[in-house]
């Protein structure tokens, strides 16, 4: 609603952050892109996959931003992004401009019901990956997002963070 977005950016002012990430229903972005404009704070969109219509994936994201402000952006969830049945290296670069944030986690499959693993025993490249955002210049955050185990995920949360960050150091 146009209540939650107000609560949302008033918040953020409030917080002292620059980057909201979400994901408005389509026909609020106009009212979030004003928001946008008056607070100077950016919104990075989140994609979701095939599970839910609403920005399956980082082109709806663009169709739905690309004549809107600059503030207006992507937050691409890779998993989500393979399990859509894209590429998300290929994404990184074709919507470099407008990637603000991305949230890394790996998947067992490039479908629907592909699960979450330990980063570097699924499916994703890596390596590709960070060539992309070597190539783009990217300059934002990559956070771990890891849906698998949730009562005992340090182990695989760590395992994670350690294959990103030695895939980092090798390319």
């Known amino acids: 609603t146009e209540a939650a977005v107000d609560q949302a950016f008033e ?4 917080a002292g952050v620059k980057m909201i990430v979400g994901a408005p229903e389509y026909n609020l972005l106009p009212y979030v892109e004003k928001k946008v404009k008056k607070y100077d704070i950016r919104l990075a ?19 739905h931003i690309k004549d809107m ?9 890779i998993g989500h992004t393979v399990r859509d049945g894209q590429d998300p290296s290929v ?13 890394t986690k790996d998947v067992d499959g490039a479908t629907k019901d592909g699960k979450t693993v330990e980063t570097g025993r ?17 300059g934002g955050k990559c956070s771990l997002e ?5 009562k005992d995920n340090l182990p695989g949360i760590a395992e994670s963070i350690g294959y990103f960050k030695g895939a980092m150091a090798c390319g």
């Open 91 to 103: 994404d990184v670069e074709r919507y470099a401009t407008r990637i603000f944030d991305i949230h």
């Open 69 to 77: 402000d600059p503030g207006m952006g992507i937050c691409i969830d």
């Open 146 to 150: 890891f849906e698998k185990e949730m």
């Open 11 to 14: 918040y953020a002012k409030m």
């Open 45 to 63: 969109i989140h994609n979701h996959g095939p599970d839910n219509p609403l920005y399956p994936n980082a082109t709806d994201i663009w169709n």
């Open 122 to 138: 699924g499916i994703i490249d890596f390596p590709k990956f960070i060539a992309a955002l070597r190539k783009t210049k990217y």
